[in-house]
């Protein structure tokens, strides 16, 4: 049985005369890559479920620009950027929730100087205020007492210094969070960043990602939570890598919100 979720358009409520509440940029991962899909469809089953009035630019929306930026490509970085802004500024958009962390990052960082000046918020933080306003309930549900290890995304850890959002939302499902030594200010990249995540890795004697993922499974968790799609492919890899699939896995925040609460 195929469930059907409803995901309004911007250009639908634009028919409407209406305005969202916020507007929900999936980013390229949320919509191609078949992992981090499942992470869209948990964030919108919480959106709808916390009756939040909320819409995508579905095929208006273009990629931020942020592989291209950080490979070196200015100019492609620029042209994605400008397409982006005239379409969100056309339907007048004043706020924007992402569970990427690199879409997070540029809008709301590098998109100001070239004319899109909006509120973005990191997915954990939108449920962090929902929760707040009480409209959203989070319990411990299958969660409960379970060790978990977060890992730090860098474009919402270091680079924009959210690192309670997170952590409060695993609190909140009753997990016993235990920390890697390296976490927080001192958190490791996944070894997906600077467009690394689309070429094979540098000579050397160790991917990133099995340095991080070994530094998880440290914690001895049942759950390596994450807060963005490239983080959750790395360490997946890694534990793959390390024969602990049966045993380990690697979850977004939002997926086990949504779990904990059977949405």
Known sequence: MSETIKVPTMAEYMAEGKQPEVLFWVGCAGSFDDRAKKITKAFVKLLNNAKVDFAVLGTEESCTGD????????????MQAMGNIEVMNAYEVKKIVTA????????????????GNYEVMHHTQFLKSLLSEGRLKVEGGKFKGKRITFHDPCYLGRANGEYEAPRELLQK??????EMKRCKTRGLCCG??????????EP???DINIERTEEALETKPEIIAAGCPFCNTMLTDGVKGKDKEADVTVM???EMIANASDL
Not at 67 to 78: D, H, S, T, V
Not at 173 to 178: G, P, S
Not at 192 to 201: D, L, R, S, W, Y
Request: aromatic share 10%; glycine share 10%.
């Open 173 to 178: 499902l009753e997990v016993e969070l235990v």
């Open 252 to 254: 977004d925040i939002a």
């Open 100 to 115: 990427c962390p690199h879409c997070f990052n540029t809008i709301k960082n590098e998109y100001p100087e070239l004319g």
């Open 192 to 201: 997906a960043g600077g467009a690394q995540m689309f070429k094979e890795p």
């Open 67 to 78: 592989p291209a930026k950080r490979a070196g490509n200015e100019f492609l970085f620029q």
């Open 204 to 206: 050397g004697n160790k």
